[in-house]
């Protein structure tokens, strides 16, 4: 791992902090490994805390009502979490687990918010990126609204396979996806809906289903035709 604060000057809350002040950072916070597949933090159990992905990916996932694990994201090599649930002091709101092998840097609430009020430029880059994301996330929402069904399920189908998507004989296929009542709940559609867009997908010729399996066959021409 790079040493005295290189590896946070690539992180965008920290990008334009001086090199001695990542240096200190880097000394409050701990660095972990974890095995593919091994628990970070569990919803509603852990303290609040800011993660910053060193090498590998996390997956970030709830449990819907159905008892399936539902992925909602994937945190990148040289991302991080965690910010919204230091600023609230709430227990985290997903399961995050080790994508595949990963190394980590963690630092926990209390010493994050005593290097706010040391450093008030990291306020200002923290209020900058949740403005970004935020942003964001409210014109996929007014995109979204604006689509029929079709372009909703599709739209969570891109997603997925953005995020989880595996090579399997020349298609992008999405493993053990969730289930339509936890892709219902991600579209912002009914479960019965699901099943319909799904099959008329198959029907077109677009997706393959494979047991629980999604194959997409063609997926920049899927990604023209519902992007």
């Not at 950072?25 to 701990?30: F, N, R, V």
């Not at 008892?67 to 990148?76: A, F, K, P, R, S």
């Not at 709101?93 to 009020?117: G, P, W």
């Not at 040391?118 to 994301?133: A, Q, R, V, Y």
């Amino acid at each position: 791992m790079p040493e005295n604060g290189g590896f946070l000057a690539k992180i965008p809350i920290f990008s334009g902090l001086d090199f001695n002040v990542l240096s200190d950072i880097e000394k409050l916070g701990e660095t972990k490994k974890f095995n593919k597949d091994a628990v970070i933090l569990f919803e509603k159990q852990s303290d609040s805390a800011l993660i910053v992905v060193l090498k590998g990916s996390l997956r970030l996932t709830k449990m819907s009502e159905g008892g399936n694990e539902v992925t909602l994201d994937i945190v990148e090599e040289e991302d991080y979490w965690g910010e919204t649930s230091i600023l609230d002091g709430l227990p985290p709101t997903v399961n995050i687990t080790a994508q595949e092998d990963s190394e980590v840097f963690i630092i926990t609430r209390d010493e994050f918010l005593n290097l706010l009020k040391k450093n008030p430029g990291i306020s200002i880059s923290l209020l900058s990126e949740l403005t970004k994301k935020l942003r964001s996330c409210s014109m996929k929402m007014k995109a979204n609204s604006l689509k029929s069904s079709e372009g909703k399920v599709a739209s969570v189908l891109i997603e997925l396979v953005d995020n989880l998507g595996k090579i399997k004989n020349g298609c992008l296929e999405i493993e053990n996806p969730p289930d339509h009542q936890a892709l219902a709940d991600m579209a912002g559609t009914s479960r019965e809906t699901i099943g319909r867009t799904l099959h008329s997908f198959a029907k077109k010729g677009l997706i393959e289903i494979e047991g629980q399996n999604i194959r997409v066959k063609e997926f920049d021409k899927f990604k023209e035709l519902y992007h």
